[in-house]
Nanobody
């Protein structure tokens, strides 16, 4: 099962980007949708997460700048990124915690990553 992420690119500091991730309709149940990032030489880290009840949590380093939202009509999770800084440069990955076939437990599924580069 493949999530499709897109929207990355090169932007100047202070600019904005909007990432989108198409989530297949084949999942039996999804507990949460999220965005993670991994900078070169660093571990993958949570950026933002929204659960099935609409509750959001954000990493401290993006609070007030990034917004996560779900577009239920299009099975898409969106990350709006404003006031980007060079330290936001990373590969961004979308994620769902999903029960694929009604098995009663949730597993992480990932998109292929989209590169965000912020120049100073």
């Amino acid at each position: 099962v493949q999530l499709q992420a897109y929207g990355g690119g090169l932007v100047q500091a202070g600019g904005s980007l909007r990432l989108s991730c198409e989530v297949p309709e084949t999942f039996y149940s999804i507990k949460a949708w999220g965005w993670y990032r991994q900078a070169s030489g660093k571990k993958r880290e949570l950026v933002a997460r929204i659960d099935s009840g609409g509750r959001r949590n954000y990493a401290e380093f993006v609070k007030g700048r990034f917004t996560i939202a779900r577009d239920n009509a299009n099975n898409t999770v969106i990350l709006q990124m404003n006031s980007l800084a060079p330290e936001d440069t990373a590969e961004y990955y979308c994620n769902v915690e999903a029960d694929y076939a009604g098995a009663g437990y949730y597993v992480d599924y990932w998109g292929q990553g989209t590169q965000v580069t912020v120049s100073s």
